[in-house]
């Protein structure tokens, strides 16, 4: 992974016009880590997956409810419901 380039992709993003009633959000850090858990009975088994989501952004102004609630610990939950859905769906395939 490599972050060669970005400022000038963000240089560009930048020079663009603003937009009436948008606000531009900047996401200085995100990511996410996915680390197996192990059976506590047998350690070599394979019982599930951690996932850690980690985020720090600046939306820059004030954002639409649905907006924020998409986002929020709340929105975050649906989110991780319908990853764990997904991915059960393909192990059974």
């Known amino acids: 992974m490599s972050s060669e380039g970005n400022e000038k992709i963000r240089e560009e993003y930048m020079k663009q016009p603003e937009f009436k009633g948008y606000s531009i959000a900047h996401c200085n850090i995100s990511g996410f880590k ?10 070599a088994k394979i019982v599930g997956t951690s996932v ?23 929105g975050l939950y649906d989110f991780y419901e319908e990853l764990i859905s997904a991915t059960k769906a393909l192990h059974h395939l």
Not at 52 to 74: A, H
């Open 34 to 43: 996915f680390a197996p858990v192990y059976d506590t009975q047998d350690p």
């Open 52 to 74: 850690v989501f980690m985020s720090e952004s600046d939306f820059g102004g004030s954002m639409p409810k649905w907006f924020i609630q998409k986002f929020t610990p709340g």
